[in-house]
């Protein structure tokens, strides 16, 4: 359809045209029809014109009550669909709008100040005067420098903002500045550094790396800042230096570091060589063996012997190593310091030993004693079994010298009542007895002795140490006992002494780590777990030590659990004595039997967890772990009571001494 058409003619025009042919299809952006329009808009209101085209475009828009205003638009020959919008675009931006994409055919007419601020979809078509948003990811190039190169080229009503989280460029503009903005951006983006490397004859590789920094850093300061962007770094195996950035600024510190190495060569013939973490004295041996191994003339020389004016010495109270010698040799020799003065890990090794017992025991028993006194013709007959039981004869002893003391000058009833309360005292367990003395003098006695124990044991104990990679380590919690070794009397009894010797008992862990290949530890394990059981037996003084102890090396991989050994006893004895013949006799036999059973279970495991710790984010976290279970256990065992563990830490940092400090007042005496 051609020909000439007022605003309102085209809407009544596409009314008879739906009513006969059916709506028209919605149009996609850039999508031409068949059909075709010539546009005639004479001072023409803007809604009208915006009506209008919604008709011819199937496109619904969302006006904004401040678009308001007449265009003029003539065109003479015919225009598709998708003409007609992108001339309806581009006379919104000539009258102050922009269309801004909400959604698929949907545009929000707004003025073009607020277009930024309207929500503009990321991606889609790129249509001129559509605005959108674009995210743009650099690799190279910060996004903060990207944003002022690219300023210039953003329209009055656009906006650019750099995300320095993902080194982001978020670009919000006409389709046809996004477009351009974004060929500049990956124009920039492009990775033209070169890596080099350089050999040095006379410096260190650590030291030039270093004098290459700062004077980096200074040229940051100054116009020339292109050599900032060069990353250096030091490769000591071979004496050199990589450097990589951008050509001209790779050349430039090439060019530094050649002329600093040149310079740096003299006749000087010694070095002062500070260490970091390495112990000079365990050092300097090292140092000569491999001084004598690079002298083709150390065999002759002899074995003491360091290259000819060579030597390396030691200096304590700086932990640094002299050396003095050939260039080369002190070169040779910088560059083995160097990669022997490196951090070494720590390991933090925590033991867990667990031990569970309990044991039952039962006693029951009788003993009896019958004898005569004096020309009495009753024969004497006394039994007595097991450790703890009664003796009857001590009993009996003390009551015939109680009985005899009045006429018998010989008799000592003290001697008599010392032993029979010294067998009283040594039994356990219940007693029940009779017994006493006839007219006729007959004595006799009977004892029932019966005990019954129950012992449970749970302990737990959980020593750790922190050592350093390849150093021993040794912890001991426990008492020292004194354990007699020897007794001895002089002449006639006199000037008698004993010696005595102090043994370690407690819990005491013995280990050395050695950190291989994947974080794998080989540990060297002495672990000693010992007790004081108790006396040996009732005279005998001297002490029973329980001793439990592991000698092992094993491998175990960083932070896990893995046990050591252990002891898994059930021990059940049965002991029955009884006097031949008579215990046989059914029920009566009782009287002359002893019955003793006991039940023994320990389960003992030992397991241990090895973790290592590289850097100080690792101590820290371990460290952190540990006081917060011993605060959580301080707090619990004072109930508030005293100094927290907080508050002295605390105390300390601010530089007070916290057990410094008076004792809190005593409340008076007597009534208030």
Do not use: W
Request: glycine share 8%.
């Amino acid at each position: 359809m051609t020909g000439l058409f007022s605003a309102r003619a085209c809407a009544a025009l596409a009314l008879a045209a739906a009513m006969v042919l059916g709506p028209l299809p919605a149009a996609a952006p850039f999508q031409a029809h068949a059909q075709e329009h010539t546009l005639n808009f004479r001072n023409a209101d803007i809604q009208a014109f915006i009506d209008d085209v919604s008709i011819v475009t199937g496109y619904t828009f969302i006006v904004d009550p401040d678009v308001r205003g007449t265009v003029t638009i003539t065109s003479q020959s015919p225009l598709t669909e998708a003409e007609v919008f992108q001339v309806f675009l581009a006379t919104l931006r000539t009258h102050g709008f922009a269309a801004v994409r909400t959604a698929p055919g949907v545009f929000q007419i707004v003025p073009e100040a607020d277009g930024p601020r309207a929500g503009p979809r990321a991606g889609g078509e790129r249509e001129g005067d559509i605005f959108l948003t674009s995210v743009v990811r650099l690799e190279n190039v910060s996004a903060r420098e990207a944003i002022r190169s690219v300023g210039p080229l953003v329209s009055p009503s656009g906006a650019v903002n750099a995300s320095e989280a993902g080194n982001l460029v978020v670009i919000v503009d006409y389709g046809s500045n996004v477009s351009a903005i974004e060929d500049v951006l990956v124009a920039m983006d492009r990775d033209t550094s070169v890596v080099e490397m350089v050999t040095l004859d006379n410096v260190s590789a650590d030291e030039m790396s270093r004098i290459l920094d700062r004077m980096r850093e200074s040229l940051v300061t100054g116009e020339d800042s292109r050599s900032a962007s060069v990353n250096i770094a030091a490769v000591p195996a071979s004496n050199s230096i990589l450097l990589r950035g951008s050509p001209d600024s790779v050349a430039q510190m090439i060019s530094l570091a050649r002329r600093v190495d040149a310079v740096s060569q003299s006749s000087q013939t010694f070095r002062v060589i500070y260490l970091n973490h390495a112990d000079g004295e365990t050092l300097l041996p090292i140092l000569e063996q491999f001084a004598r191994a690079i002298d083709p003339a150390a065999g002759a020389e002899g074995a003491g012997a360091a290259r000819s004016g060579t030597s390396i010495a030691f200096h304590r109270a700086t932990n640094a190593i002299i050396v003095n010698g050939d260039p080369e040799v002190l070169r040779e020799l910088d560059l083995v310091i160097r990669q022997l003065d490196i951090r070494r890990p720590q390991v933090m090794i925590e033991a867990i030993i667990v031990e569970i017992s309990d044991g039952a025991a039962r006693d029951l028993g009788v003993q009896y004693i019958l004898a005569g006194d004096g020309d009495d013709a009753v024969p004497f007959s006394y039994s007595r079994f097991g450790d703890n039981q009664v003796d009857l004869l001590a009993l009996t002893g003390a009551l015939a010298g109680v009985d005899s003391s009045d006429d018998d000058d010989t008799a000592n009833p003290v001697s008599l009542r010392q032993a029979a309360i010294a067998s009283l005292l040594g039994s356990s367990g219940g007693l029940i007895g009779i017994g006493g003395q006839t007219d006729d003098g007959t004595l006799f006695g009977l004892i029932l002795n019966a005990l019954e124990t129950d012992t449970d044991s749970n302990v737990l104990s959980k020593p750790s140490v922190m050592v350093l990679d390849n150093e021993e380590a040794s912890i001991l919690v426990g008492q020292e006992i004194p354990i007699t070794t020897g007794e001895a009397l002089g002449s006639n009894n006199t000037n008698p002494f004993r010696t005595i010797e102090r043994q370690d008992v407690g819990v005491q862990l013995d280990v050395t780590p050695q950190i291989n290949e994947g974080d794998t530890i080989r540990l060297t394990i002495r672990q000693e777990v010992s007790s004081i059981a108790g006396p040996v037996s009732a005279g005998f003084s001297e002490l029973i030590t329980n001793q439990r102890e592991i000698q092992t090396t094993v491998l175990a991989d960083d932070g896990e659990i893995i046990v050591l050994g252990g002891l898994i006893e059930n021990d059940d004895q049965y002991r029955d004595e009884s006097v031949p013949f008579l215990g046989d006799i059914p029920a009566l036999g009782r009287l002359f039997r002893y019955e003793s059973q006991s039940q023994q279970r320990r389960n003992l495991m030992v397991f241990i967890r090895p973790q290592i710790i590289r850097s100080a984010q690792d101590m820290r976290g371990v460290t952190r772990q540990n006081y917060t279970t011993m605060t959580a256990a301080q707090n619990a065992a004072t109930r508030g009571n005293g100094s927290s563990l907080d508050q002295i830490v605390d105390m300390m940092l601010d530089g007070q001494d916290p057990f410094d400090r008076p004792l809190p007042a005593q409340p008076a005496e007597g009534p208030q």
